[in-house]
């Protein structure tokens, strides 16, 4: 690749700088790795997991280990991890609609949710479209105060001014298209554990997980979660898994939605697995090499972008609980050019050039890198951003760091290239 002997340098300062921390980063991957074994002696994976069923799927041992081994390795009592789920916002469809019904309130505690999810929820209003307004669920939200910590006081409020009609409060582990801070478990497990003590009946604490697996030693059904939701292409599938999702939790939360992702009845004891549980148990074993992979990609953007005079978030030495780096570029044609340098690196279609368009579910028109061997899989390096002041791309994945890097050099190239 085309790439200065000043971008190369960069980077081998910033590896020089960052080895304790890469050394941290590699540490919590030895954990997962074992946590992960440990679960898959346990429940003696073998070859004969990986038939695949077609039809109802009665009977797939393999769908349901799948399912057990999930559950054990994000601490859950119950949970499934299955290829019919489409992708995150998908996963989390089914959490919400299983648990809340007509007249209850979802009560976002990380202020207003993702874009994709907007729709979902309703929030400009019944639509007709099936969201779940259009079912008399009403939604509300706590943002964060003006220091991005979590707003107890206001949580506190909310909570009391909707009563019994409160079912589920819902944190957003990662920014999503915000500049701020991703939630820590500890942090999370605040949250849980100060709902629970105020809540006056069975309150359900959900958390969209994705991004976040694998960051720590530890997932947030540790600390009081209900359900944590997410996506196999990202995070979770470690860059194996062609599709899928999962939701994890208590026993009641799972079974409830189970019976929306089947049917009630039904449930969990129906799913054609397809051939996918090679890939998904593949997926699981990677994970947290993978992640791993990505956090250190994304710590070196944070170092290279911050050093050529950019905003970044985190910031290249701190600490950060998904695998989310946004650079703030200042304009279009630097956020689309830092687009391009990514695709340029990409395995997969390095020679197509990303151009904005209007995608289905935001706001404003997004731009997206992704040469991806899985579309859309965002543990796969790829970049993407709403073309909105102040032009901020979101960073995430990287299945190798040594190809991380690479996109990450082309990308400040092509960037550096505008200036």
């Not at 006081?153 to 298209?177: C, N, T, W």
């Not at 009630?264 to 996918?276: C, I, K, N, R, T």
């Not at 970044?312 to 998904?322: I, Q, T, Y």
């Not at 032009?391 to 550096?416: D, H, K, N, P």
Request: proline share 4%.
């Amino acid at each position: 690749m085309q790439i200065s002997e000043s971008v190369r340098a960069l980077a081998l300062r910033a590896e020089a700088e960052m080895a304790e921390l890469f050394c941290d980063i590699d540490e919590i991957a030895r954990v997962g790795t074992e946590k992960v074994l440990d679960v898959f002696r346990e429940e003696r994976v073998s070859e004969s997991m990986f038939a695949p069923s077609t039809g109802y799927g009665y009977g797939d041992s393999g769908r349901d280990a799948v399912d057990r081994i999930a559950t054990k390795i994000f601490g859950a009592e119950a949970g499934f991890m299955r290829p019919s789920i489409q992708s995150g916002t998908h996963a989390l469809t089914i959490g919400l609609f299983a648990l809340l019904r007509p007249g209850d309130v979802m009560l976002s505690v990380t202020g207003s949710p993702y874009d994709t999810l907007r729709e979902v929820i309703g929030m400009d209003g019944a639509n007709g479209d099936g969201s779940l307004a259009d079912f008399g669920v009403r939604y509300d939200d706590v943002d964060f105060t003006s220091a991005w910590k979590i707003d107890f006081a206001g949580i506190e409020a909310k909570m009391q001014a909707h009563g019994d009609a409160l079912k589920v409060v819902f944190i957003q582990r990662s920014k999503g298209y915000l500049n701020r801070p991703t939630l820590t478990v500890s942090e999370i497990g605040e949250i849980a554990k100060f709902v629970k003590a105020r809540a006056k009946h069975d309150v359900y604490v959900v958390v969209d997980n994705c991004y976040g697996e694998f960051t720590e030693t530890s997932e947030p059904c540790a600390v009081g979660a209900d359900l944590i939701i997410g996506s196999l292409i990202k995070n979770a599938g470690g860059g194996m898994a062609d599709i899928g999702g999962y939701l994890c939790g208590t026993p009641r939360a799972v079974e409830l939605a189970g019976n929306r992702l089947i049917c009630p009845g039904v449930g969990l004891d129906a799913g054609a697995s397809l051939g996918q549980n090679r890939n998904m148990l593949r997926g699981l074993f990677y994970a947290p090499h993978t992640v791993a992979q990505a956090m250190k990609t994304a710590h070196l953007a944070a170092y290279m972008f911050e050093a050529c005079g950019f905003d970044v978030s985190p910031r290249a030495f701190e600490r950060r609980s998904d695998i989310i780096q946004t650079v703030s570029l200042g304009n279009r044609d630097a956020l689309c050019a830092f687009c391009r340098g990514i695709q340029s690196a990409s395995p997969v279609d390095s020679h197509v050039t990303p151009e904005p368009w209007a995608m289905p579910g935001y706001a404003d028109e997004v731009i997206m890198a992704a040469g991806a061997f899985v579309g859309g899989a965002s543990i796969e390096l790829s970049a993407d951003a709403p073309l909105r002041d102040p032009f901020t791309v979101f960073l995430q994945g990287g299945l190798t760091y040594e190809s991380g890097r690479l996109g990450i050099m082309a990308a400040c190239e092509a960037v550096t290239a505008q200036k």
